[in-house]
């Protein structure tokens, strides 16, 4: 699933063993992924069948009511991203979370703990890891790291997800056949 976030793994924040063990080992790539897909599929159905199934609400069953949906979408994506699968805004906020269990913030205090429990690890690579580990706790409380990269990929992804399944239900609805073009 990597290779769908690009941007986020080539990154120059990127650093093989903090951000590995979230966003790969983890699923950290996945929970976004299949974030997007959830959201993007559901915010298509709301709209065709809710504006375009009837005739009561055929009015609204626009291209431009259709592209407002598709922002909306987006928008729902990169918030998810930004704030259940990254975590809150800043480690003392994300403490109190709802979602802290499987947020960025507590997986890296997860990983620094069981590498440094581990039998003869040297002082130095402690100091390292905990370096590493504030340095990335700052960067994301700041809104930096690979934060903002891993938000917009999985808008962008949720966009992509609301426009197949567009392509895919319109068919089945009675006046948004021709939303966001006549074919397929």
Same mark, same amino acid.
């Given at each position: 699933?990597?290779?769908?976030?690009?941007?986020?793994?080539?990154?120059?924040?990127?650093?093989?063993?903090?951000?590995?063990?979230?966003?790969?080992?983890? /699923?950290?790539?996945?929970?976004?992924?299949?974030?997007?897909? +959830? =959201? &993007?599929?559901?915010? *298509?159905? $709301?709209?065709?069948?809710?504006?375009?199934?009837?005739?009561?609400?055929?009015?609204?069953?626009?291209?431009?009511?259709?592209?407002?949906?598709?922002?909306?979408? /987006?928008?729902?994506?990169?918030?998810?991203?930004?704030?259940? +699968? =990254? &975590?809150?805004?800043? *480690?003392? $906020?994300?403490?109190?979370?709802?979602?802290?269990?499987?947020?960025?913030?507590?997986?890296?205090?997860?990983?620094?703990?069981?590498?440094?429990?581990?039998?003869?690890?040297?002082?130095?690579?402690?100091?390292?890891?905990?370096?590493?580990?504030?340095?990335?706790?700052?960067?994301?409380?700041?809104?930096?790291?690979?934060?903002?990269?891993?938000?917009?990929?999985?808008?962008?992804?949720?966009?992509?997800?609301?426009?197949?399944?567009?392509?895919?239900?319109?068919?089945?609805?009675?006046?948004?056949?021709?939303?966001?073009?006549?074919?397929?």
């Amino acid at each position: 699933m990597d290779f769908f976030y690009f941007l986020v793994t080539g990154s120059n924040s990127w650093e093989p063993h903090y951000h590995e063990n979230f966003f790969i080992t983890q /699923g950290g790539f996945i929970w976004g992924i299949v974030g997007a897909l +959830v =959201i &993007g599929l559901l915010c *298509a159905v $709301a709209f065709y069948f809710g504006c375009c199934n009837s005739t009561r609400s055929s009015k609204y069953a626009t291209v431009g009511m259709w592209s407002v949906v598709l922002l909306i979408s /987006g928008l729902i994506g990169y918030f998810y991203a930004d704030f259940v +699968v =990254i &975590g809150d805004s800043s *480690a003392s $906020a994300d403490n109190s979370s709802i979602f802290y269990q499987h947020s960025f913030y507590k997986a890296n205090d997860d990983y620094f703990i069981s590498e440094t429990s581990k039998a003869g690890v040297s002082d130095t690579e402690i100091s390292d890891l905990t370096d590493k580990k504030n340095e990335i706790k700052d960067n994301l409380d700041k809104g930096g790291d690979v934060r903002f990269d891993f938000d917009i990929t999985t808008a962008l992804l949720t966009v992509l997800f609301y426009f197949l399944t567009s392509i895919i239900i319109k068919r089945f609805t009675y006046t948004g056949k021709s939303i966001p073009f006549m074919k397929p």
